[in-house]
């Protein structure tokens, strides 16, 4: 079961972009690299998933480097409705006992 | 359409009794996923239904904790004998089958609070 470490948190201002970095050194060949947001009293919501390289979708960009090893979700021009704990999640083939760690709480200040 | 659905949203009990927590997942997903979320903490990942069957029940915390699903869609989690400790947000999570490549979609949570 692959670890992840990332930032417990990060403060940003409205419109920047952030970037959390999520390093996860012993990734397996077949995991997959997904991200998850978690706003106050509510249950997580999956952001964005990738294997390698890039992945870009409505919401975010991904951003794998060749060793896997590490992964950089990224929020262009954030909004204070950003503001939430980002969950950075290793899924292995078989891999019951999913683990989202303690994730990064991310703050945009106007 | 319909989310996941958990009741109750809010259970109050006192320690020693036990608690039935209830998830109603999407129509249609197989894949169904218990969690806990302590205060101010991450997911801790409890157990997970494929159909029906549960093939690893060694997330569970304690003997005190059992879960079932019937009929592929339902699931309970049941916490005999509470304890201060089992005080949490319960989290159930459905996704279109078991597979990392599926997104796993959430209830709200059930607030847990032994007194």
């Known amino acids: 079961l692959a670890k992840t470490t990332q930032p417990i948190s990060m403060d940003s201002y409205e419109g920047q972009e952030v970037n959390i970095t999520c390093s996860h050194n012993?990734?397996?060949?077949?995991?997959?690299i997904t991200w998850y947001q978690q706003f106050p009293s509510q249950g997580p919501r999956f952001i964005i998933q990738?294997?390698?390289t890039k992945v870009t979708n409505e919401v975010a960009s991904l951003f794998i480097p060749a060793d896997r090893k590490s992964s950089t979700l990224s929020l262009p021009r954030v909004s204070l409705s950003d503001t939430a704990v980002y969950y950075c999640?290793?899924?292995?083939?078989?891999?019951?006992?999913?683990?989202f760690g303690a994730g990064t709480t991310v703050t945009v200040r106007a | 359409g319909a989310g996941v659905s958990q009741s109750p949203s809010n259970k109050v009990t006192e320690k020693g009794k036990d608690v039935e927590l209830r998830c109603d997942p999407i129509?249609?997903?197989?894949?169904l996923y218990w969690y806990r979320q302590s205060l101010g903490q991450g997911l801790e990942f409890l157990i997970y239904f494929q159909g029906n069957s549960a093939p690893d029940k060694s997330g569970l915390p304690s003997d005190r904790f059992s879960a079932e699903r019937t009929g592929g869609s339902v699931s309970t989690l049941t916490i005999q004998r509470t304890q201060q400790e089992d005080s949490a947000v319960y989290l159930c999570a459905s996704s279109l089958a078991y597979d990392r490549t599926y997104e796993q979609y959430f209830g709200p949570g059930t607030r847990l609070t032994v007194t």
């Open positions: 999640l290793v899924e292995g083939s078989g891999d019951y006992k999913l683990s």
């Open positions: 012993n990734i397996a060949t077949n995991d997959y």
């Open positions: 129509s249609g997903h197989t894949a």
């Open positions: 990738g294997y390698k």
